[in-house]
């Protein structure tokens, strides 16, 4: 089963730019190791590519949590 992940914020410069979520994914359509990743960037932030950037980050934080 997926571990319990904490809530994360995305820092860029020391400012809190992104938060992050995570909740397992339906174990009836995914493997039991998937997770549903919510990503809520600050207003002034978006439309620059950050959640494109903030996955690519995290594939190796989510690998060492079990995560696939």
């Avoid at 359509?29 to 932030?45: D, G, L, M, T």
């Avoid at 690519?56 to 989510?62: E, K």
Wanted: hydrophobic share 45%.
């Amino acid at each position: 089963s997926v571990p319990s992940l904490p809530p994360l914020f995305a820092i860029v410069d020391s400012q809190r730019v992104a938060l992050l979520r995570f909740d397992p994914a339906d174990p009836v359509k995914f493997k039991e190791s998937n997770c549903e990743i919510s990503i809520v960037v600050a207003p002034e932030k978006r439309n620059q590519g950050l959640g494109a950037k903030i996955l690519l980050a995290l594939d190796p934080f989510l690998q060492r949590q079990g995560v696939t």
